[in-house]
């Protein structure tokens, strides 16, 4: 890989794939889509194919997406701009502009939605039923780009599960905990927690084993047919009160946990939970990072940004 396009690099994910992506390819350019020099409105075409055409990538990396689910309930016209058609205009200018580039679409697990309700961990031939607007337009584009590779696009899917990490905004449940037990262990906010459902499970990964996925993907590029589909996941569910409670041991915190009606998610699916057989068979790719450091790497990064804030 000489050239490299990544979209959305300035955000939690791109933070962790950048310096993979500059140790595994030390030769490779990367243009890097961030609020700096390749500054990039995803929805705007010409921009897009501006883009492509002036760095004629061999390979695309699509980070760039409204990613948080009550994001895009709160702003569902913004939600499929970006995440559908945002998708749609890069496919079609790799198309025309750089035909032979392999495009690694980030989807999500989101989009199987009422699938997960059969109760068992699952592959990818598991259908998309997604149950909010963030699944539903991930889907489109991850259907969309499927049907795109019998016009020639070199697309490769991935659909990866819930997974965190030092970087990751308080919008998402495992850091909005950090951040709440950093705040009590440094006095600044009385011990109460704000929480939402805390029974259901889900399958989580640290962010830096899901980069190493993606690296994986672009070194066996090559041997991937276009269309393939492959699941970033644990296989192990995990139970979000049960993560709360070891964030808190770990903060040396003792708080009243209060539940937030706003918190809550209109649908919830008891245990979401996927199974990664395929990438490993075809990436060599298996979570590495132990979930007790993941979560002691959370908290570390949130009480830093809380003594920063103080």
Known sequence: MRRILVTGAGGFVGAHLVPRLRAAFPQAELTLCTA?????????????????????????????????????RGNPGLAWQVNLHGTLGLA????????????????????????FRAGAPLDETAPAAPMNTYAATKAAAD??????????????????????????????????????????????QAPVLDVGALDPARDFLDVRDVCDAYVACLEHASGLAAGSIFNIASGT???????????????????????GAALLRPAEIPVACGQARAARAALGWAPMIPWDQTLRDVLADWTERVRAEA
Not at 57 to 65: K, Q, R, W
Not at 162 to 186: K, L
Not at 248 to 258: D, H, P, Q
């Open 92 to 115: 079609a200018a790799l198309l025309a502009a750089a035909p032979d580039c392999v495009l690694l679409y980030v989807s999500s697990a989101e989009i199987y939605g009422r699938s």
């Open 237 to 259: 569910p995990r139970r979000i009160g049960d993560i709360l409670d070891r964030l808190l041991a770990l903060g040396g915190v003792s708080a009243e946990v209060r539940t």
């Open 36 to 72: 700096g020099r390749h500054a990039l409105d995803i929805t705007d075409a010409q921009a897009v194919r501006d883009l492509v055409e002036r760095s004629r990538p061999e390979a695309c990396i699509h980070l760039a997406a409204v990613a948080a689910v009550p994001a895009a």
């Open 143 to 188: 259907l969309a780009l499927g049907a795109m590779v019998s016009e020639g696009l070199r697309v490769v899917r991935l659909r990866p599960f819930n997974h965190t990490g030092p970087g990751q905004s308080a919008d998402f449940v495992v850091p909005a905990f950090a951040r709440q037990v950093a705040r009590i262990a440094a006095g600044l």
